[in-house]
Structure formats: structure tokens, C-alpha cells
């Protein structure tokens, strides 16, 4: 009976652990987004909004900053605008992890997603 607990133990203990693995590579995914792609999608934007200055959209630095500040308070909104300038490249979605947390970041932040004109 007594090894029988302790290879339950053992193995929900090996579960954890495995469960803390993925939740370290998920974060290090977040941090990725927050530190390496945050400053590229910022030129990007930054770019496209001062080339489609207009009368109708004057696109002043209140404008841009007020529009980096959108995108850089969630994760998910910094991803989704990434992924439409191909700041992150297409084929980087082809490997299944990058898949997993990807879909892991849409659904869990699935309330601060952009909202997107269709």
C-alpha cells in the first residue's frame, strides 16, 4: 500500500514539474513579445502612421504615442498587430509550439484582443 502512495506521489510530483517547464517556456514566449518584438512593431507603427498622415488623420506624436501605449498593454494586442505587419514572421506560427502558446495567449487575453473592423 505504501508504495503504491509513494508512486502516485512521484508521479504527480513529475507531473508538476512538467507543468512548471511549460509555464517557464510560455513566460519566456511573453517576455519574447514584451522585450524583442514590442521595440520592432513600435517602428513599424511608427513608420505607418507618420506615411499615412492625412488632414483627416494628422497622426501627431500624441497620436502615435497614445497608439504604442495601446499596443503595448497587453501581450496579446502586441502579438496580433506583429503577426499583421509579418513583424513576426509567418512561418514562425508553422512550429507547434510556438502554435500552443500562441493559441494559449489568444484565448487567455481573449478580452484585450483587437478589435478588428470586419
Known sequence: MIEIIIGLAAIILLWMMWRLYQAKQYNR?????NVDISPKLAQ??????????????PNTEDHINAALLYYR???????????????IA?????????????????????????????
Open 44 to 57: 513599424v507603427l511608427i513608420a505607418e502612421m507618420e506615411q499615412n498622415r492625412s488632414q483627416l488623420f
Open 73 to 87: 498593454q497587453y501581450p496579446v494586442r502586441i502579438f496580433e498587430a506583429a503577426v499583421a505587419r509579418e513583424v
Open 90 to 118: 509567418p512561418h514562425w506560427l508553422d512550429d507547434k509550439q510556438h502554435k500552443r502558446w500562441a493559441a494559449h495567449l489568444l484565448f487567455i487575453q481573449a478580452t484585450y484582443r483587437l478589435k478588428m473592423a470586419r
Open 29 to 33: 514566449f511573453i517576455d519574447w513579445l
